[in-house]
């Protein structure tokens, strides 16, 4: 039996796509400040272990005062739009079917923080021996390995845009880490930092689309601060130079800056995105995410004052451009190729959906 579409609902759809599109764009300059601020707090001696720990542990307590219990939570689960879904009256069958029942939002929310840990941790290591700006275009290939990694994970095919995209994006990194200085350790880091950051937002996709937004962010904040504190005292066991009362000074002096990256560039961005990539596929939210490079170079000149050479202009603008050029065609393409959605109601055996998403050329099935 298939659902005729209500014209009202298409333009809620579109109402909330906007506001998450919007969202999904200021977590992207709020992470673009990030790199300069998290810089300066390790250049006043905390080590990366304790930046991350700190900045974890107070962003996951706030977040569970502000946040609902799980059972108010979940009644206001059911009210939200989501992915792919087309009336609210189905919501409430998934829930019913237990979508988004039990422990699902912890189990999901602990898989995101491991990929969370990941992803912060290696770039904070890898900022002890790179630059902000080097270190955020190099995160930007994110942007470029979820539609690999959704192929090979998934088996989503993403239009050639795409990947004519990757390779602009991949020669522009090679121009910029052979920028004023050879390669480092660093950079290879933050290479790291940036395949588990993509992991994080094309498994973000499933999980946002099935869980409260809050509760996901509040279990990926606490398992990303138990990972860190576990850090933090390997580090305070193996390292013979650990000394903690050298680590309470330097937590005083950048304590404006963990405040900032606790309570906004995490607490706040973590929520954001999970609200924000309930409406929005990982493809299109990564080419969003494209221009925090941009707004990472334009704040490390304004706080650091770091400056890219010829050769890391290019590789830079090489970057952007294929960003924005593939978030265009992300946009246009959708108006242009989205088709409508079959949705199958409940049979003997629960509740089946079938969606298919045109953006960026990719066909799924949930």
């Known amino acids: 039996m298939q659902v005729d579409e209500d014209p009202s609902e298409d333009d809620n759809r579109s109402s909330t796509a906007g506001w998450s599109t919007l969202l999904l764009n200021a977590v992207t300059i709020i992470w673009g400040t990030q790199h300069a601020v998290i810089k300066v707090a390790l250049e006043e001696g905390c080590s990366p272990a304790t930046v991350n720990a700190v900045r974890f542990a107070v962003a996951a307590a706030l977040l569970t005062i502000w946040t609902p219990s799980a059972s108010k939570a979940a009644s206001v689960h059911t009210s939200l739009p989501s992915k792919g879904v087309r009336t609210g009256a189905l919501i409430r069958e998934l829930d019913a079917a237990g979508g988004a029942a039990g422990s699902q939002w912890a189990l999901a929310g602990a898989e995101l923080g491991l990929w969370t840990f990941l992803g912060f941790a290696l770039q904070s290591v890898g900022l002890l021996t790179t630059t902000v700006s080097r270190s955020a275009f190099l995160l930007y290939l994110n942007v470029k390995l979820v539609p690999a990694f959704s192929f090979v994970l998934n088996g989503r095919r993403s239009a050639w845009s795409v990947w004519a995209g990757a390779a602009a994006a991949v020669a522009g990194t090679c121009l910029l880490c052979g920028d004023g200085s050879p390669p480092n350790i660093g950079d290879a880091w933050s290479l790291a930092a940036a395949a588990a950051s993509a992991m994080y937002i094309l498994r973000l996709e499933k999980h946002a689309s099935t869980c409260n937004p809050a509760l996901l962010s509040r279990a990926a904040l606490w398992t990303t601060a138990f990972l860190c504190a576990i850090w933090v005292c390997v580090e305070a066991a193996y390292n013979d130079d650990f000394d903690p009362q050298a680590v309470l000074q330097a937590l005083t002096h950048t304590a404006p800056q963990l405040a900032y990256l606790s309570i906004v560039a995490t607490a706040c961005t973590t929520w954001l995105q999970a609200v924000?990539?309930?409406?929005?596929?990982?493809?299109?939210?990564?080419?969003?995410?494209?221009?925090?490079?941009?707004?990472?170079?334009?704040?490390?000149?304004?706080?650091?004052?770091?400056?890219?050479g010829p050769q890391g202009v290019v590789g830079a603008g090489m970057i952007s451009i294929a960003a924005i050029l593939n978030q265009m065609y992300a946009v246009t393409g959708r108006k242009g190729q989205e088709r409508r959605t079959s949705v199958q109601l409940p049979m003997d055996d629960g509740v089946s959906l079938m969606t298919e998403d045109a953006t960026e050329g990719s066909t799924k099935h949930d």
């Open 276 to 308: 924000g990539q309930r409406v929005i596929p990982a493809e299109r939210a990564a080419l969003i995410y494209a221009m925090d490079p941009v707004y990472a170079a334009i704040f490390a000149y304004l706080f650091l004052g770091e400056t890219l």
